[in-house]
Protein backbone atom coordinates (compact mmCIF):
# COMPACT_ATOMS: atom_id res chain seq x y z
CA UNK A 1 0.00 0.00 0.00
CA UNK A 2 2.98 2.63 0.68
CA UNK A 3 4.19 1.60 -2.28
CA UNK A 4 1.09 2.76 -3.95
CA UNK A 5 0.93 5.81 -2.06
CA UNK A 6 4.49 6.87 -2.65
CA UNK A 7 4.05 6.09 -6.87
CA UNK A 8 1.05 8.36 -6.85
CA UNK A 9 2.41 11.06 -5.31
CA UNK A 10 5.57 10.86 -7.54
CA UNK A 11 3.24 10.86 -10.08
CA UNK A 12 1.14 14.10 -9.03
CA UNK A 13 4.34 16.28 -8.49
CA UNK A 14 5.83 14.95 -11.93
CA UNK A 15 2.06 16.32 -13.59
CA UNK A 16 2.09 19.97 -11.99
CA UNK A 17 5.95 20.22 -12.40
CA UNK A 18 5.52 19.10 -16.56
CA UNK A 19 2.48 21.68 -16.31
CA UNK A 20 4.41 24.00 -15.17
CA UNK A 21 7.22 23.62 -17.63
CA UNK A 22 4.38 23.89 -20.58
CA UNK A 23 3.22 27.10 -19.37
CA UNK A 24 6.67 28.30 -18.95
CA UNK A 25 7.34 27.54 -22.61
CA UNK A 26 4.17 28.76 -23.97
CA UNK A 27 4.89 32.24 -22.54
CA UNK A 28 8.29 32.24 -23.00
CA UNK A 29 8.07 34.89 -20.06
CA UNK A 30 11.06 34.90 -17.33
CA UNK A 31 10.44 36.95 -14.23
CA UNK A 32 13.19 39.71 -12.83
CA UNK A 33 12.65 39.90 -9.68
CA UNK A 34 12.12 37.18 -6.50
CA UNK A 35 8.50 38.42 -5.99
CA UNK A 36 6.14 36.72 -8.80
CA UNK A 37 2.79 38.18 -8.13
CA UNK A 38 4.78 42.52 -8.86
CA UNK A 39 7.16 42.25 -10.29
CA UNK A 40 8.54 43.32 -14.07
CA UNK A 41 8.62 40.44 -16.56
CA UNK A 42 11.09 40.27 -19.58
CA UNK A 43 9.09 38.27 -22.27
CA UNK A 44 11.80 36.20 -24.46
CA UNK A 45 11.25 35.19 -27.72
CA UNK A 46 12.23 31.81 -27.84
CA UNK A 47 15.39 31.92 -30.44
CA UNK A 48 15.75 35.94 -29.91
CA UNK A 49 19.92 36.50 -27.94
CA UNK A 50 19.74 36.67 -24.57
CA UNK A 51 20.67 40.39 -23.77
CA UNK A 52 21.92 39.39 -20.08
CA UNK A 53 24.68 36.54 -21.54
CA UNK A 54 28.21 36.77 -20.90
CA UNK A 55 28.85 39.50 -17.67
CA UNK A 56 26.53 39.77 -15.31
CA UNK A 57 23.59 42.25 -15.28
CA UNK A 58 25.34 44.32 -12.32
CA UNK A 59 28.69 44.29 -14.21
CA UNK A 60 27.74 45.19 -17.45
CA UNK A 61 25.07 47.72 -16.18
CA UNK A 62 26.87 51.38 -15.77
CA UNK A 63 24.07 53.58 -15.97
CA UNK A 64 22.72 56.10 -13.17
CA UNK A 65 20.78 54.53 -10.20
CA UNK A 66 17.12 54.60 -10.27
CA UNK A 67 15.23 58.07 -9.63
CA UNK A 68 13.84 58.38 -6.26
CA UNK A 69 10.18 56.86 -6.05
CA UNK A 70 10.77 54.13 -8.89
CA UNK A 71 12.01 50.70 -7.43
CA UNK A 72 13.26 49.44 -10.30
CA UNK A 73 13.24 45.20 -10.09
CA UNK A 74 16.47 43.39 -9.63
CA UNK A 75 19.19 42.70 -11.72
CA UNK A 76 19.27 38.91 -12.14
CA UNK A 77 20.85 36.48 -14.45
CA UNK A 78 18.33 35.06 -17.15
CA UNK A 79 19.10 31.30 -18.64
CA UNK A 80 19.70 31.32 -22.14
CA UNK A 81 16.64 31.35 -24.46
CA UNK A 82 16.07 28.17 -25.98
CA UNK A 83 15.41 27.47 -29.60
CA UNK A 84 11.75 26.04 -30.50
CA UNK A 85 11.83 23.88 -33.00
CA UNK A 86 10.59 24.35 -36.26
CA UNK A 87 9.68 27.74 -35.13
CA UNK A 88 10.03 30.78 -37.92
CA UNK A 89 9.86 34.57 -37.12
CA UNK A 90 7.77 36.90 -39.17
CA UNK A 91 10.13 38.70 -42.05
CA UNK A 92 8.90 41.84 -42.46
CA UNK A 93 9.93 44.28 -45.60
CA UNK A 94 11.84 47.31 -44.78
CA UNK A 95 10.12 50.37 -44.76
CA UNK A 96 11.23 52.16 -47.47
CA UNK A 97 9.03 52.77 -50.42
CA UNK A 98 6.10 51.17 -48.14
CA UNK A 99 3.76 54.61 -49.19
CA UNK A 100 4.32 53.71 -53.19
CA UNK A 101 3.67 50.04 -52.39
CA UNK A 102 -0.01 51.00 -50.33
CA UNK A 103 -0.59 53.98 -52.78
CA UNK A 104 -3.78 52.54 -54.43
CA UNK A 105 -5.13 51.86 -50.74
CA UNK A 106 -4.47 55.43 -49.93
CA UNK A 107 -6.06 56.68 -53.64
CA UNK A 108 -9.21 54.86 -52.75
CA UNK A 109 -9.79 56.18 -49.62
CA UNK A 110 -9.08 59.95 -50.60
CA UNK A 111 -9.99 60.04 -53.90
CA UNK A 112 -12.61 62.54 -53.50
CA UNK A 113 -10.57 65.47 -52.34
CA UNK A 114 -9.06 65.13 -55.49
CA UNK A 115 -11.88 64.08 -57.72
CA UNK A 116 -13.81 66.83 -56.20
CA UNK A 117 -10.96 69.51 -56.93
CA UNK A 118 -10.18 68.27 -60.42
CA UNK A 119 -13.84 68.57 -61.72
CA UNK A 120 -14.51 72.06 -60.42
CA UNK A 121 -11.01 73.54 -61.73
CA UNK A 122 -11.36 71.95 -65.07
CA UNK A 123 -14.29 73.85 -65.77
CA UNK A 124 -13.65 76.10 -68.81
CA UNK A 125 -14.77 79.59 -67.01
CA UNK A 126 -14.59 79.76 -62.91
CA UNK A 127 -16.74 81.97 -61.39
CA UNK A 128 -17.21 83.14 -57.50
CA UNK A 129 -19.31 80.42 -56.76
CA UNK A 130 -17.06 77.34 -58.75
CA UNK A 131 -14.46 78.89 -56.33
CA UNK A 132 -16.40 79.06 -53.53
CA UNK A 133 -17.21 75.12 -54.30
CA UNK A 134 -13.10 74.43 -54.17
CA UNK A 135 -12.88 75.59 -50.49
CA UNK A 136 -16.03 73.57 -49.84
CA UNK A 137 -13.90 70.71 -50.50
CA UNK A 138 -10.58 71.56 -49.11
CA UNK A 139 -12.27 72.31 -45.94
CA UNK A 140 -14.28 69.35 -45.63
CA UNK A 141 -11.25 67.28 -45.40
CA UNK A 142 -9.77 68.68 -43.26
CA UNK A 143 -7.07 70.92 -44.52
CA UNK A 144 -7.95 73.51 -42.25
CA UNK A 145 -9.21 77.34 -42.95
CA UNK A 146 -5.38 78.81 -42.95
CA UNK A 147 -4.27 75.82 -45.89
CA UNK A 148 -7.41 76.50 -47.38
CA UNK A 149 -7.21 79.75 -48.28
CA UNK A 150 -3.44 79.81 -49.18
CA UNK A 151 -4.32 77.10 -51.68
CA UNK A 152 -7.42 78.94 -53.13
CA UNK A 153 -5.18 82.25 -53.05
CA UNK A 154 -2.60 80.48 -55.30
CA UNK A 155 -5.12 78.66 -57.82
CA UNK A 156 -6.65 82.16 -58.11
CA UNK A 157 -3.94 83.19 -59.57
CA UNK A 158 -2.85 80.84 -62.14
CA UNK A 159 -7.04 81.24 -63.11
CA UNK A 160 -5.92 81.54 -66.66
CA UNK A 161 -3.65 78.59 -66.70
CA UNK A 162 -6.44 76.53 -65.71
CA UNK A 163 -8.59 77.01 -68.22
CA UNK A 164 -6.22 76.55 -70.84
CA UNK A 165 -4.79 73.40 -68.83
CA UNK A 166 -4.96 69.77 -70.23
CA UNK A 167 -5.72 67.04 -67.59
CA UNK A 168 -2.54 65.90 -67.29
CA UNK A 169 -1.39 69.64 -66.38
CA UNK A 170 -3.85 70.61 -64.30
CA UNK A 171 -3.59 67.47 -62.18
CA UNK A 172 0.21 68.12 -61.94
CA UNK A 173 -1.00 71.92 -60.96
CA UNK A 174 -3.22 70.45 -57.94
CA UNK A 175 -0.33 68.58 -56.67
CA UNK A 176 1.96 70.91 -56.56
CA UNK A 177 0.12 72.69 -54.56
CA UNK A 178 -1.31 70.23 -52.39
CA UNK A 179 2.89 69.56 -51.64
CA UNK A 180 3.36 72.72 -51.16
CA UNK A 181 0.85 72.90 -47.82
CA UNK A 182 1.89 69.52 -46.29
CA UNK A 183 5.41 70.79 -45.56
CA UNK A 184 8.29 69.35 -48.03
CA UNK A 185 10.46 70.49 -46.38
CA UNK A 186 9.70 69.33 -42.79
CA UNK A 187 12.35 66.96 -41.02
CA UNK A 188 10.51 63.63 -40.72
CA UNK A 189 13.23 61.24 -40.07
CA UNK A 190 12.74 58.94 -37.04
CA UNK A 191 15.46 59.03 -34.70
CA UNK A 192 16.10 55.12 -34.09
CA UNK A 193 19.62 54.83 -34.28
CA UNK A 194 21.95 53.87 -31.54
CA UNK A 195 23.87 57.15 -30.19
CA UNK A 196 26.80 57.68 -27.48
CA UNK A 197 26.53 53.87 -27.16
CA UNK A 198 23.12 53.87 -25.87
CA UNK A 199 20.02 52.62 -27.99
CA UNK A 200 17.54 55.59 -29.39
CA UNK A 201 14.35 56.16 -27.00
CA UNK A 202 11.12 56.20 -28.44
CA UNK A 203 8.12 57.06 -25.99
CA UNK A 204 4.64 56.54 -28.07
CA UNK A 205 1.67 58.77 -26.68
CA UNK A 206 -1.96 59.61 -27.23
CA UNK A 207 -5.62 59.43 -26.40
CA UNK A 208 -7.49 56.46 -26.02
CA UNK A 209 -8.36 54.34 -29.06
CA UNK A 210 -6.02 56.13 -31.12
CA UNK A 211 -4.23 53.20 -31.87
CA UNK A 212 -0.83 53.14 -29.97
CA UNK A 213 -0.42 49.70 -28.93
CA UNK A 214 -1.20 48.23 -32.50
CA UNK A 215 1.38 51.12 -33.91
CA UNK A 216 4.23 50.75 -31.63
CA UNK A 217 3.87 46.80 -32.74
CA UNK A 218 3.94 48.00 -36.48
CA UNK A 219 7.14 50.08 -35.70
CA UNK A 220 8.66 47.42 -34.07
CA UNK A 221 8.27 45.16 -37.00
CA UNK A 222 9.31 48.15 -39.86
CA UNK A 223 12.37 48.38 -37.40
CA UNK A 224 13.21 45.18 -37.84
CA UNK A 225 12.75 44.70 -41.11
CA UNK A 226 15.43 47.78 -41.41
CA UNK A 227 17.47 45.12 -39.59
CA UNK A 228 17.52 46.76 -36.45
CA UNK A 229 17.41 45.46 -32.64
CA UNK A 230 14.69 46.40 -30.53
CA UNK A 231 13.20 46.29 -26.96
CA UNK A 232 9.85 46.87 -26.52
CA UNK A 233 8.52 48.34 -22.91
CA UNK A 234 4.60 47.51 -22.07
CA UNK A 235 4.18 50.67 -19.66
CA UNK A 236 0.46 50.64 -20.68
CA UNK A 237 -0.15 49.10 -17.24
CA UNK A 238 -3.98 50.14 -16.73
CA UNK A 239 -5.27 48.21 -20.02
CA UNK A 240 -5.24 44.66 -19.42
CA UNK A 241 -5.16 43.32 -22.88
CA UNK A 242 -2.33 45.90 -23.78
CA UNK A 243 0.88 44.07 -22.53
CA UNK A 244 -0.48 40.79 -24.14
CA UNK A 245 -0.94 42.82 -27.33
CA UNK A 246 2.23 44.12 -27.27
CA UNK A 247 4.19 40.93 -26.10
CA UNK A 248 2.05 39.20 -28.96
CA UNK A 249 3.71 41.87 -31.59
CA UNK A 250 7.03 41.23 -30.27
CA UNK A 251 7.24 37.32 -30.18
CA UNK A 252 6.07 37.58 -34.00
CA UNK A 253 9.01 39.16 -35.08
CA UNK A 254 11.37 38.20 -32.32
CA UNK A 255 11.53 41.07 -30.10
CA UNK A 256 12.10 41.09 -26.46
CA UNK A 257 8.81 43.01 -24.36
CA UNK A 258 9.37 44.07 -20.74
CA UNK A 259 6.02 44.55 -18.81
CA UNK A 260 4.63 44.76 -15.50
CA UNK A 261 1.71 44.08 -13.20
CA UNK A 262 -1.84 45.31 -14.30
CA UNK A 263 -2.19 48.59 -12.79
CA UNK A 264 1.35 49.11 -11.44
CA UNK A 265 3.55 52.17 -11.92
CA UNK A 266 4.36 52.85 -15.92
CA UNK A 267 7.61 55.02 -15.15
CA UNK A 268 9.15 51.50 -13.69
CA UNK A 269 8.18 49.65 -16.11
CA UNK A 270 9.31 52.58 -18.59
CA UNK A 271 12.64 53.14 -16.88
CA UNK A 272 13.46 48.58 -17.15
CA UNK A 273 12.92 48.63 -20.49
CA UNK A 274 15.39 51.29 -21.18
CA UNK A 275 17.82 49.56 -18.69
CA UNK A 276 17.35 46.35 -20.47
CA UNK A 277 18.14 47.87 -23.93
CA UNK A 278 21.02 49.31 -22.70
CA UNK A 279 22.29 46.35 -21.34
CA UNK A 280 21.24 44.66 -24.28
CA UNK A 281 23.43 47.23 -26.59
CA UNK A 282 20.18 46.90 -28.75
CA UNK A 283 19.26 49.65 -31.60
CA UNK A 284 15.86 50.84 -30.33
CA UNK A 285 13.50 50.84 -26.93
CA UNK A 286 10.20 51.62 -27.91
CA UNK A 287 7.77 52.69 -24.81
CA UNK A 288 3.94 52.55 -25.05
CA UNK A 289 2.30 54.55 -22.49
CA UNK A 290 -1.27 53.98 -21.58
CA UNK A 291 -3.99 56.02 -23.49
CA UNK A 292 -5.58 58.60 -21.46
CA UNK A 293 -7.95 61.95 -22.04
CA UNK A 294 -6.22 65.06 -23.30
CA UNK A 295 -8.50 66.73 -20.48
CA UNK A 296 -7.83 64.96 -17.70
CA UNK A 297 -4.41 67.19 -16.72
CA UNK A 298 -4.06 64.15 -13.83
CA UNK A 299 -3.14 61.91 -16.51
CA UNK A 300 -1.01 64.02 -18.35
CA UNK A 301 1.30 65.24 -15.43
CA UNK A 302 1.79 61.18 -15.41
CA UNK A 303 2.92 61.25 -18.26
CA UNK A 304 5.69 63.60 -18.19
CA UNK A 305 6.51 61.83 -14.63
CA UNK A 306 7.36 58.85 -17.35
CA UNK A 307 9.37 60.68 -19.52
CA UNK A 308 11.55 62.46 -16.46
CA UNK A 309 12.24 59.29 -15.20
CA UNK A 310 13.33 58.01 -18.59
CA UNK A 311 15.64 61.03 -18.77
CA UNK A 312 17.50 59.39 -15.74
CA UNK A 313 19.09 56.57 -17.89
CA UNK A 314 19.48 59.37 -21.38
CA UNK A 315 17.35 61.56 -23.09
CA UNK A 316 14.18 60.21 -24.94
CA UNK A 317 14.86 60.58 -28.78
CA UNK A 318 11.29 60.52 -29.93
CA UNK A 319 7.91 60.95 -28.51
CA UNK A 320 5.31 59.90 -30.94
CA UNK A 321 1.80 61.25 -30.98
CA UNK A 322 -0.95 58.88 -32.15
CA UNK A 323 -3.78 60.50 -33.56
CA UNK A 324 -7.11 58.80 -35.08
CA UNK A 325 -6.86 60.63 -38.59
CA UNK A 326 -11.17 59.89 -38.28
CA UNK A 327 -11.11 62.53 -35.28
CA UNK A 328 -10.29 65.52 -37.71
CA UNK A 329 -9.83 68.68 -36.42
CA UNK A 330 -10.38 67.36 -32.77
CA UNK A 331 -6.78 65.93 -33.34
CA UNK A 332 -5.37 69.20 -33.56
CA UNK A 333 -6.94 69.94 -29.97
CA UNK A 334 -5.61 66.95 -28.64
CA UNK A 335 -2.26 67.15 -30.42
CA UNK A 336 -2.09 71.04 -28.54
CA UNK A 337 -2.51 69.54 -25.23
CA UNK A 338 -0.23 66.73 -25.50
CA UNK A 339 2.83 68.92 -26.60
CA UNK A 340 1.96 71.08 -23.11
CA UNK A 341 2.84 67.78 -21.60
CA UNK A 342 5.58 66.81 -23.42
CA UNK A 343 7.67 68.05 -26.09
CA UNK A 344 6.21 65.81 -29.36
CA UNK A 345 8.28 65.49 -32.07
CA UNK A 346 6.34 63.62 -34.71
CA UNK A 347 2.76 62.65 -35.32
CA UNK A 348 1.66 59.21 -36.47
CA UNK A 349 -2.04 59.56 -38.44
CA UNK A 350 -3.65 55.79 -37.99
CA UNK A 351 -7.02 54.82 -39.43
CA UNK A 352 -6.24 57.26 -43.05
CA UNK A 353 -7.73 53.86 -44.63
CA UNK A 354 -11.45 54.14 -45.02
CA UNK A 355 -13.63 57.29 -44.91
CA UNK A 356 -10.91 59.31 -43.19
CA UNK A 357 -9.91 62.55 -43.72
CA UNK A 358 -6.35 63.12 -45.22
CA UNK A 359 -6.50 67.14 -44.65
CA UNK A 360 -5.78 66.27 -41.11
CA UNK A 361 -2.45 66.45 -42.38
CA UNK A 362 -2.04 69.87 -42.99
CA UNK A 363 -3.90 71.03 -40.23
CA UNK A 364 -1.84 69.36 -37.82
CA UNK A 365 1.55 70.42 -38.83
CA UNK A 366 0.45 73.97 -39.70
CA UNK A 367 -1.13 74.13 -36.51
CA UNK A 368 1.62 73.18 -34.40
CA UNK A 369 4.67 72.89 -36.32
CA UNK A 370 4.90 69.17 -35.85
CA UNK A 371 5.64 66.85 -38.88
CA UNK A 372 3.57 64.33 -39.43
CA UNK A 373 5.82 61.07 -40.05
CA UNK A 374 4.04 57.69 -40.02
CA UNK A 375 0.47 57.42 -41.73
CA UNK A 376 -1.04 53.90 -40.84
CA UNK A 377 -3.30 53.02 -43.73
CA UNK A 378 -4.89 49.61 -43.07
CA UNK A 379 -5.22 46.87 -40.12
CA UNK A 380 -2.56 44.73 -41.43
CA UNK A 381 0.92 44.61 -40.06
CA UNK A 382 3.07 46.28 -42.58
CA UNK A 383 0.65 48.89 -43.62
CA UNK A 384 2.13 51.74 -41.66
CA UNK A 385 4.51 53.76 -43.72
CA UNK A 386 6.70 56.38 -43.42
CA UNK A 387 5.08 59.94 -44.37
CA UNK A 388 6.23 61.24 -47.81
CA UNK A 389 4.33 64.67 -49.01
CA UNK A 390 4.81 64.33 -52.68
CA UNK A 391 3.74 60.40 -52.82
CA UNK A 392 0.93 60.94 -50.59
CA UNK A 393 -0.43 64.40 -52.78
CA UNK A 394 -0.24 62.06 -55.83
CA UNK A 395 -2.33 59.50 -54.25
CA UNK A 396 -4.66 61.63 -53.07
CA UNK A 397 -5.22 63.21 -55.96
CA UNK A 398 -5.75 60.68 -57.83
CA UNK A 399 -4.14 59.39 -61.62
Known sequence: MEFVLIAIAILVVALIT??????GRGRRTTRLDDDAAAGTTLTRPPSAPDPTSGATAADRYTGPPAPAGVVPDPLVELPPAEPETGLVFDTPPPSAGRLVRLRSRLARSQSSLGRGLLTVLGREKLTEDDWEEVEETLLSADIGVAATTQIVQRLRTQSLVLATASGTALRDLVVRELVAVLGP????????????????????????GAGKTTTVGKIARALVGDGKSVVLGAADTFRAAAADQLETWGERVGVLTVRGREGGDPASVAFDAVRTGIEGEVDTVLIDTAGRLHTKSGLMDELGKVKRVVEKLGPVDEVLLVLDATTGQNGVVQARVFTEAVEVTGVVLTKLDGTAKGGIVVAVQRELGIPVKLIGL????????????EAFAEAIVGG
Open 378 to 389: GEGPDDLAPFEP
Open 18 to 23: GAALLV
Open 185 to 208: DLDRTLATDRRDGRPAVVLVVGVN
